[in-house]
């Protein structure tokens, strides 16, 4: 993907706004920026990280196209270890436009999809874990996802895998020397010191491996289904959720008919939340059709709130709910601004209960009441125990997930190797696979189709 020549993009979003940026990198970009501009002191631009008002004019012409702010970044000082140029025009798409085709008129050339980037991690400026937090950031839509995208921007994850790295090599270049420099096996007290070593780094990996279950949700999002039987107020507290008037809300049971999706936040994290049909026993066959799609919606959810009225004395239809609903489900006891009716240990009058009460929340999706406790527990069970202290470590990837668990494999089959006293050579060979492993983490060992294809996926300009 790599080539030395000058690359030029758009780095802006397309449409118009108060500036536009278009961004040079490589060996000719000072070259190429300065043969179309000129300034009115007529000095040459060779200060790096100097911004100065320049004029871009058309050398076939000697039109003037527009003022531009032009800021120079000299090798290797620069976001992709090249020399680096950035024409900060007016933000108008025809302008923008023009001064692009000029700069590849000079020898530049349209930038690939994340071929900055790519220049960057070539170059060393960052390692692959970082350049994939650049995407994450730009493609941000809470403040909790930038937060934790900023933090593997700036190098949390592979600071906590440095020492990782360096105790496994140590382990190797030990193993190493005892085969070709000592004759007989490693001693017992060596072994197990050894032996020590792996499972310290073992156990590190497994919880930065662990981290993943909560990092994809923050990165992708979830899907939350509200479920109950009619009339029990799922459409109030779907509307109370998004923050607006979506569902239509009336005293009828049987309103809502098909499963109505919308997304918003919890906490930060992006939730598509479905709000499904009433689930009851009906012989209306357009309702009926609403409920199966409520019964796939709920298979499907990562997380399915489950609402109760809460005055109402627990319905038998409640009890069939619950224990149709797969155990990732939180229980909502709405209407609490009414009078209680409903058994707190959710049973009904024949002593049957649905367990899992620690997943009682009580709510008013009247008065809202509730709610901010409500989002805490679905947050919760999202994210473990201990989501905030994970944003140093939070693997948001699964290519990066499945390095890391294929890492803790062969860390296992090495201390398994070591314990029975297996061969050194043999032992060695799962230890080198574990480092390659963590290798593709940072991108030491990843071929170049591996991150092609990874960058292909950033924007062009980035």
């Keep these: 993907m790599y080539s030395d020549d000058t690359i030029a993009a758009i780095s802006t979003p397309p449409g118009r706004g108060g500036i536009g940026v278009l961004r040079l990198s490589g060996p000719a970009a000072l070259q190429i920026a300065t043969s179309i501009s000129r300034s009115e002191s007529g000095g040459p631009l060779n200060k790096a990280n100097l911004a ?3 004029k871009v004019t058309d050398p076939a012409t000697g039109e003037i196209v527009d003022e531009v702010i032009l800021t120079y970044f000299k090798t290797p000082h620069s976001y992709t270890g090249e020399d680096v140029v950035e024409i900060s025009c007016h933000g108008s798409p025809i302008i923008l436009e023009r001064v692009l085709r000029m700069v590849l008129d000079r020898g530049a050339r349209i930038a690939e999809p994340g071929e900055f980037t790519f220049r960057a991690f070539f170059n060393k400026r960052i390692d692959l874990a970082q350049a994939q937090a650049v995407r994450d950031v730009i493609n941000a839509q809470t403040q909790y996802q930038a937060r934790v995208a900023a933090k593997q921007l700036g190098g949390e994850l592979s600071a906590r895998l440095t020492p990782l790295k360096d105790t496994l090599v140590e382990i190797i270049v030990h193993l190493e020397s005892s085969v070709e420099f000592v004759e007989d096996d490693i001693s017992p007290e060596v072994a197990s010191t050894l032996l020590v070593k792996l499972s310290d780094v073992t156990e590190a990996l497994i919880e930065i491996a662990d981290s993943f279950s909560f990092g994809r949700y ?3 999002g979830f899907d939350l289904a509200i479920v109950g039987r009619p009339n029990v107020g799922k459409s109030s507290v779907f509307n109370r959720l998004i923050g607006s008037d979506r569902a239509i809300v009336t005293e009828l049971p049987g309103t809502t008919r098909d499963a109505l999706y919308e997304s918003t936040s919890i906490s930060g994290v992006p939730v598509r939340l479905i709000d499904t049909a009433g689930i009851r026993e009906t012989i209306d066959r357009v309702e009926s059709i ?3 799609r409520s019964r796939a919606a709920i298979a499907d959810a990562d997380i399915s709130l489950v609402i109760l009225d809460a005055s109402l004395p627990l319905h038998r239809e409640d009890l069939e709910l619950l224990d149709s609903v797969p155990e990732t489900r939180i229980i909502a006891l709405n209407k609490s601004d009414l009078p209680n009716l409903i058994d707190e240990r959710l049973c009904d009058d024949t002593g049957t209960h649905s367990g899992q009460l620690d997943s009682v929340v009580r709510i008013s999706a009247l008065t809202g ?3 901010e406790g409500l989002t805490t527990r679905i947050f919760e069970r999202l994210s473990g125990d201990a989501a905030a202290e994970r944003d140093d470590i939070m693997l948001t990837d699964a290519r990066q997930h499945a390095a890391v668990r294929k890492a803790i494999g062969q860390l296992s089959d090495a ?13 060695l060979l799962k230890l080198r696979g574990a480092l390659a492993s963590l290798g593709e983490l940072t991108g030491e060992t990843l071929n170049d ?8 996926t950033f924007c062009i300009g980035k």
Excluded: H, M, P, W
Excluded at 415 to 427: A, K, M, N, P, S
Excluded at 449 to 456: A, E, R
């Design 52 to 54: 100065r008002f320049e």
């Design 218 to 220: 923050v990165k992708e």
């Design 290 to 292: 609403g409920i199966t």
């Design 369 to 371: 009441s509730g709610f």
């Design 415 to 427: 201390r398994g190797l070591l314990e029975q006293r297996e061969l050194e050579e043999i032992v």
């Design 449 to 456: 189709d591996i991150l092609g294809q990874i960058f292909s």
